[in-house]
């Protein structure tokens, strides 16, 4: 690995929320009484399915004396804007807030982490871009909230996780694709569950291992539904990041599904182009963690399979522990898909970075 060059364009750092006491000024009157009459504010309300203490979760030496990995605006301008020369960071706060069951609490604290994520980190450096939370279990609510920050052009993105209630591509879902079509906002997915359903096929697993290692069948899913239910045809403007997905999954997919596809066309006559062409031309994906085989040849020929040197983005997945020193992209990437990896990727995929940039 190496370091990248100066003016790169991090796609993917992770600012955490110190406890749900920093969000209670961030409520309006109503639900700050609620939160304070049932003791919310004491929970963390973290996502436990990545918990702050694995090893995975911060390298050693980005994690702060007190609190938790990413709850340190200093010690991530010197860790991952200094150290990397970073031109802009896009901020994805994960956080149990939009999977809660009640969609109204939910919302509350959408809109809160981003009036918070707004005031705490955007206003405080002007590198730092963001992702809009939205309680996406509600897509009505979900639009709304992006409709109240979209005026904001830091926020260049809208968060989801890749495993929900319902498949991403279902209808009912496309409230939150048709807001952020119209305000030039990329839809972010990350690796996650909202533990509606267990996150593998065949139930619930024991161990954290197999819940990681799963995370790219989820991501497979994704694409088959968000493609198949012909969101990318209704929302022609519409660019996907798969976020912290891995890569050498994606090759296997493209080949089964539009093989697939080929016989089975009429079940979706929208779909005009194979769904591998489909996806070069709307999904992009970071590229920490890069699951990559161990030589040179190997990393070669998934990047040839994939066919599109558009849809990688460099990332740091700040603070999360994927790689070493400043060591952020991956051995073995030809010299020109790192450079587009770097600068030129990043602002074809979200458009308001390139508004700012003209």
């Known amino acids: 690995m ?8 991090d796609c993917d750092v992770h600012p955490a929320i110190p406890g749900t006491q920093v969000l209670v000024p961030y409520l309006d009157e109503y639900w700050r009484d609620i939160v304070l009459m049932r003791g919310l504010e004491r929970d963390n309300l973290d996502i436990g399915a990545y918990p702050p ?21 200093d010690l991530l301008r010197r860790q991952a804007l200094d150290a990397f020369g970073t031109r802009y960071a896009i901020c994805n706060v994960i956080h149990g807030a ?38 996406y279990h509600s897509a009505e609510q979900s639009a709304q909230e992006i409709e109240r920050c979209a005026a904001d052009h830091r926020f260049v993105g809208v968060l989801m996780l890749a495993m929900a209630e319902l498949p991403l591509g279902r209808r009912q879902n496309w409230p939150i694709y048709r807001a952020a079509e119209r305000h030039g906002l990329t839809i972010n997915i990350h690796a996650g569950s909202s533990f509606r359903h267990a996150p593998t096929s065949i139930g619930w697993p024991s161990y954290y291992l197999e819940d990681y290692v799963v995370q790219s069948q989820g991501f497979a899913g994704v694409l088959n539904s968000l493609i198949t239910e012909g969101v990318f045809v209704e929302f022609p403007h519409l660019k ?97 898909l790192v450079r587009k990896m770097l600068f030129d990727n990043p602002i074809e995929t979200y458009a308001r970075l390139k508004e700012q940039r003209q």
């Not at 203490?53 to 007190?66: C, Q």
């Open 53 to 73: 203490g694995s090893p995975l979760s911060s390298r050693p030496d980005w994690r702060p004396a007190n609190g938790k990995p990413g709850t340190d605006l």
């Open 98 to 135: 939009p999977v809660m069951f009640s969609e109204d609490l939910a919302a509350a604290l959408c809109r809160a982490i981003n009036d918070w994520l707004r005031a705490e980190w955007l206003d405080r450096d002007p590198r730092l871009r963001a992702s809009i939370v939205i309680p």
């Open 240 to 336: 996907v990041v798969l976020m912290e997905s891995g890569v050498t999954w994606l090759p296997g997919w493209m080949w089964r599904v539009s093989k697939t596809w080929r016989a089975m066309r009429p079940e979706v006559p929208w779909n005009k182009i194979s769904p591998a062409e489909m996806a070069r031309q709307h999904v992009r994906l970071t590229v920490q963690p890069f699951d990559a085989p161990p030589t040179r040849e190997q990393v070669e020929r998934i990047i040839d399979e994939i066919g599109s040197d558009k849809m990688f983005l460099f990332s740091t997945d700040y603070p999360h522990w994927h790689f070493d020193g400043a060591n952020a992209v991956p051995d073995f990437l030809p010299e020109a």
């Open 2 to 9: 190496s370091t990248p060059a100066p003016g790169a364009i």
